[in-house]
């Protein structure tokens, strides 16, 4: 369930630039990757958080597929 702070317009910005942020990073502008997650950041202090706790599970999303594939 969504909180407050997280329905907040400044929040799904925030977590837009983020988004952007990563696939800047995975096509190799890491400098365009940082200027984005500098601005998340200004918008919303606690995306850093967030976004590193959606990285672990889609991790574990991840390590749970090639699991099944292996065997």
Request: hydrophobic content about 30%; charged content about 50%; proline content about 4%.
């Amino acid at each position: 369930m969504a909180t407050r702070h997280e329905d907040s317009p400044e929040h799904k910005k925030a977590h837009d630039l983020a988004e952007q942020a990563l696939d800047k990073a995975a096509g190799g502008d890491p400098r365009k990757a940082r200027d984005l997650i500098e601005e998340a950041k200004r918008i919303d202090p606690k995306i850093g958080e967030e976004m590193s706790r959606e990285a672990a599970e889609d991790q574990k999303k991840a390590d749970r597929y090639v699991d099944k594939t292996d065997k």
